[in-house]
């Protein structure tokens, strides 16, 4: 017989980090002001630069806001890494190619966001320091440090775009064409399918951050991992249907009389 508070816990606890992931990435996302062109000055990018500067200088929580942005994908990764067990059997490697995916991009975006968030500050805070007319060399570094944040997160975006994807198509397995989980395979797949399909036409260079449709991007991919969490009990629901209608048979060796 299933033991079924364990079976509670397995979809329960992975459904709660990926809604308690969206909560925090879209929370702090909320606050974060938007850079792109249509916010940003059109000139050089020493004066784009400068801006940036002096936007994270002026923002006090610039950091807490950042960190809740940070944890978001990572808490996905966890609530995702230990859901693939509720899939389907003929989805084992769907769930291993979304989990792997989901891993490496969380990682990469919490080393985005360290840059951003943390050594952001410090090399803002040089530029505005230095001055204009003195600020060559402290521009440079921000630059650099911007530069690096933007093709880091832009790889881990399209990380977690796929395992998106990976996750979508392995709910659809098996599933029925009206059911929620149908419903959330799919979106799953169009999700994912946008911030490949920019990253590889080059939308998100340098990053995807300071493109137009990042914020649009960005609610999406929370929402569909929030959804992801809310199709987990369904899916153990018909995990144990299946268990209980066909147990295991226990065979019981009786020993050789001599």
């Known amino acids: 017989m299933p033991n079924r508070s364990r079976s509670q816990l397995d979809a329960w606890l992975p459904a709660l980090l990926l809604i308690a992931g969206t909560l925090a990435f879209l929370g702090g996302g909320r606050q974060h002001p938007r850079v792109n062109s249509s ?5 050089s990018a020493e004066e784009y630069l ?15 806001v950042h960190t809740l942005i940070l944890f978001g994908p990572v808490l996905w990764a966890l609530g995702a890494a ?6 389907p059997s003929g989805a084992a490697v769907l769930g291993e190619v ?11 975006w919490a080393l985005a966001f360290v840059l951003d968030g943390y050594a952001g500050p410090r090399y803002a805070q040089a530029v505005m320091a230095a001055g204009r007319g003195n600020d060559a060399a402290a521009i ?23 395992a998106a994807m990976s996750f979508g198509v392995a709910l659809l397995l098996d599933a029925r064409v009206r059911s929620w989980r149908a419903v959330v395979g799919i979106l799953g797949v169009l999700v994912g399918a946008w911030p490949v399909i920019a990253t ?12 137009v449709h990042w914020t649009t991007t960005a609610i999406s991919l929370g929402a569909w991992f929030l959804l992801l969490g809310t199709a987990l009990p369904g899916l ?8 209980l209608q066909n147990p295991v ?10």
């Open 249 to 258: 048979d226990i065979v019981v060796v009786e020993p050789a009389h001599s």
């Open 140 to 162: 440079a570094s921000f630059g650099a440090n911007a530069f690096l944040m933007a093709r880091i997160g832009m790889v881990s975006v399209a990380l977690i775009a796929v």
């Open 98 to 108: 979304g989990r792997t995916a989901l891993l490496a991009g969380a990682g990469l």
């Open 200 to 211: 590889l036409q080059g939308e998100f260079y340098p990053g995807p951050f300071t493109s």
């Open 236 to 243: 153990l629901s018909s995990k144990l249907a299946v268990s």
């Open 50 to 64: 400068r801006h940036f500067a002096d936007m994270i200088v002026s923002m006090p929580n610039w950091e807490p």
């Open 82 to 87: 230990s859901s693939v067990r509720l899939l």
């Open 39 to 43: 916010t940003m000055p059109s000139g």
